[in-house]
């Protein structure tokens, strides 16, 4: 299994820009998560999903967009690229609901995006 | 008030001595936490979980969860110079679909 694989690695956008980031995870898990994190800080909740056509906001949504076709990719879309929006990106999956099965979340390796 | 709160660091520890890492929370229901490590520039990567309080062990590492205080703790014995990385404390909320991470602690184990 790859796990959770996110593409790029990297990539420089100028103010304005749109892009896509990529997530796909091979584990059939239902659950997938979208991070932000800026040097210094945790982990903000961007968008998350449930399951296939569902998805809900998480912390910091403003300025993304999200889509669940299928059980393995979940895209991130930023529209108006903005330089608040430089940060390190992660996507995450788990199985199951936490507190039901005690799901753990698998990180993919992450993109850093930076917006001039 | 933060929802989850980690102190910073950075924390240094001479190799061989035990590294105490510690964590609030400020949801009272919250039923699961979670200790992640993340090295520099990677992904984090889960290396304890606990739902009970008390202690839970796992070779070097052990999980102390207080509820009535809202605190878990990470102890990690016989610290290595490889245990050098930002241990991030991660708390599922009582609606359970999102996880609050606390925004980590430094640890730096000296050789």
């Known amino acids: 299994n790859a796990g959770v694989t996110q593409t790029p690695k990297f990539r420089i956008l100028k103010i304005g820009q749109s892009m896509t980031l990529q997530c796909t995870q091979d584990m059939n898990h239902n659950y997938m998560y979208w991070y932000r994190q800026d040097p210094g800080m945790g982990l903000k909740l961007i968008y998350y999903s449930v399951g296939a056509g569902i998805t809900d906001k998480g912390e910091v949504p403003n300025g993304y967009n999200v889509s669940r076709s299928t059980t393995e990719d979940f895209p991130l879309r930023l529209e108006l690229a903005a330089p608040s929006q430089t940060s390190v990106y992660f996507c995450?999956?788990?199985?199951?609901?936490?507190?039901?099965?005690?799901?753990?979340?698998?990180f993919g390796p992450g993109t850093r995006l930076t917006v001039l | 008030q933060k929802e989850v709160e980690q102190n910073s660091g950075p924390l240094s520890v001479p190799e061989g001595a035990i590294a105490s890492l510690n964590c609030t929370y400020s949801d009272r229901v919250s039923q699961s936490f979670f200790w992640y490590r993340q090295y520099s520039g990677k992904s984090p990567e889960l290396i304890m979980s606990i739902y009970s309080n008390g202690d839970k062990e796992d070779g070097r590492f052990t999980a102390q969860l207080n509820k009535a205080s809202q605190y878990v703790s990470l102890l990690i014995r016989d610290s290595q110079p490889s245990d050098s990385a930002t241990y991030l404390c991660?708390?599922?909320?009582?609606?359970?679909?999102?996880?609050?991470f606390g925004a980590g602690t430094r640890l730096f184990v000296k050789a």
């Open positions: 991660a708390v599922n909320t009582s609606g359970g679909f999102k996880t609050i």
């Open positions: 995450a999956s788990s199985y199951s609901r936490t507190g039901a099965l005690r799901d753990t979340q698998y």
